[in-house]
C-alpha cells in the first residue's frame, strides 16, 4: 500500500513538474512561459547575448513572496536555438552567502543583468545595478562579472559607482562649481525624496569625486565592438551613456549626460543597419507601469530627439503593463528586433510575466503594438 502511494506521488510529481515540454512556434506575451522542464521562466529584468548561432537569457531570478525583490539566489541564464524554446541552463552568477560581506551577499538588490562577448579577451562580460544588502536602493552601484561560457559560472569581480573623478563630455560650467553642503543630502521635493530641481541642486557635481549614481541600465556593443553602458543616474533624474573600456570590464571614463530632469527609467538601446541609434525607456514610477519614452540620434553620444511614447492602441499609456528591459535583435533578419519588457508582480516577483513585442518603423519613429500571439514572420512582411 506504502509502495503505491509512494510510487502514484512521484508520477504526479514527474507529471506536474519534470515532463519535457512540447515546443512551442509562438511568442504569447503576458502569459506563463514554460522553459524545457515545463517550468515558468525565471529571468526578469533580463537581456539577452546572441553566441554561435544561440541566444542567451540572463534575468533576475525570483522567489516567491516579497523576499524575491530582493536577490536570494543570483542571475538565472536559460539558452534557445529559436527564442520560443528555452533551456534551463541554471544559475550563472550565484550571490554570496548572506553573512560573507560581500557586494553580492544573499540579500542584495540585484537587477537588469545584461552580458556581453568581448571578442579581445574571449571572455563574457556581465554587469548589473547592485544595491548593498539592507540599503534598500540608496548604494545605486553597478556590479561586474566574468565568465569563459556563457552559461558561467561567472565570477564577482567588483562593483563600483561609475565614472569617479570624471566630467561628461557635455558637461555644464555650473556641475563644476563647489557645491553647498546643503543639497549633500537627500532632498525631498519632486517626485518624493528626489531632487526638484537636478540642475540647481548639481547631483552630478556632488557626486564627481565618488562616483555616479547607477541604477537601472543597459549595455550595448557598437558594430565596432566599443561597449557602452547606459544608466538612470543623478538620483534617476538623468541618463548617462558611458564607455567601457576594451575589456569590458570598467568605465574609460569617457561618457554624456541625457534627457536631463526626465526621470527615466528601464533604458534600452537598438541600432539600425542605416547606423541610426533608437532608445526606449520608462518613466519613473517604482514597480508600476507607466507610459514608456522613445528617442533617436545619429550617434551614440547624442544629441538625442525625444520621440514620445512607442506604444499605441489599448493600454499604450502604460505600455501594456509592463517595463523595457532590453531591445532584441533578430540574427539573420535585417532591422528586426524585439522589445522585451516586464509585467512586474512585486507581491509575488516569481510570478513576473513577459512582454516581447515586435518592433515597428514608422516614419522615422518606433511603433509597438498589442499582440496576443506572434511569431518572427512579422519580420518578414
Ligand atoms: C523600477 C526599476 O525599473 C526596477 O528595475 C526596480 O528597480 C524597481 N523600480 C524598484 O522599485
Redesign the pocket.
Given at each position: 500500500m506504502k509502495r503505491i502511494i509512494i510510487f502514484t506521488l512521484g508520477l504526479a510529481v514527474f507529471i506536474s513538474c519534470g515532463s519535457p515540454k512540447p515546443p512551442i512556434n509562438t511568442f504569447n506575451p503576458g502569459q506563463e512561459w514554460n522553459d524545457d522542464n515545463n517550468v515558468h521562466i525565471n529571468a526578469h529584468?533580463g537581456g539577452i547575448l546572441s553566441f554561435n548561432k544561440k541566444y542567451y537569457w540572463y534575468g533576475e531570478h525570483k522567489v516567491a513572496g516579497k523576499i524575491g525583490?530582493t536577490a536570494q539566489v543570483g542571475v538565472h541564464v536559460y539558452s534557445s536555438d529559436d527564442l520560443y524554446n528555452w533551456k534551463d541552463e541554471g544559475i550563472a552568477l550565484s550571490v554570496d552567502s548572506a553573512d560573507s560581506g560581500s557586494d553580492i551577499a544573499k540579500g542584495c538588490?540585484l537587477?537588469?543583468p545584461k552580458v556581453s562577448y568581448n571578442e579581445k579577451t574571449k571572455k563574457f562580460v556581465m554587469w548589473f545595478?547592485l544595491e548593498l544588502k539592507g540599503q534598500s536602493?540608496d548604494a545605486a552601484r553597478s556590479g561586474v562579472a566574468v565568465a569563459d561560457s556563457p552559461t558561467g559560472p561567472f565570477t564577482f569581480i567588483e562593483s563600483m559607482r561609475p565614472n569617479k573623478q570624471a566630467w561628461p563630455i557635455n558637461v555644464a560650467d555650473y556641475h563644476k562649481l563647489p557645491v553647498s553642503d546643503t543639497i549633500k543630502s537627500k532632498y525631498c521635493g519632486g517626485k518624493g525624496c528626489l531632487p526638484a530641481h537636478v540642475d540647481s541642486v548639481n547631483i552630478l557635481g556632488r557626486d564627481y569625486q565618488n562616483g555616479q549614481m547607477a541604477?537601472?541600465m543597459n549595455l550595448f556593443v557598437d558594430d565596432n565592438g566599443k561597449a557602452y553602458h547606459l544608466y538612470s543616474s543623478e538620483e534617476n533624474s538623468t541618463l548617462h551613456i558611458a564607455e567601457l573600456t576594451d575589456d569590458y570590464l570598467s568605465h574609460s571614463g569617457t561618457y554624456a549626460r541625457f534627457f536631463s530632469n526626465r526621470y527615466m527609467?528601464?533604458p534600452t538601446i537598438l541600432k539600425t543597419s542605416a547606423g541610426k541609434y533608437y532608445f526606449i525607456a520608462?518613466d519613473?514610477t517604482?514597480?508600476a507601469p507607466n507610459a514608456a519614452r522613445s528617442a533617436s540620434a545619429d550617434h551614440i553620444f547624442g544629441p538625442w530627439t525625444e520621440l514620445g511614447n512607442p506604444c499605441v492602441g489599448q493600454d499604450s499609456a502604460l505600455t501594456f503593463y509592463s517595463?523595457s528591459t532590453y531591445i532584441l535583435p533578430v540574427q539573420g533578419k535585417k532591422d528586426a528586433f524585439i522589445f522585451m519588457g516586464d509585467r512586474?508582480t512585486?507581491e509575488n516577483p516569481i510570478d513576473g510575466k513577459y512582454i516581447w513585442l515586435p518592433i515597428h518603423f514608422v516614419e522615422n519613429r518606433m511603433e509597438l503594438k498589442w499582440m496576443d500571439e506572434w511569431d518572427l514572420s512579422v519580420f518578414d512582411q
Open positions: 529584468g525583490n538588490i537587477e537588469r545595478h536602493y541604477r537601472d527609467e528601464a520608462s519613473c517604482g514597480w517595463q512586474w512585486p
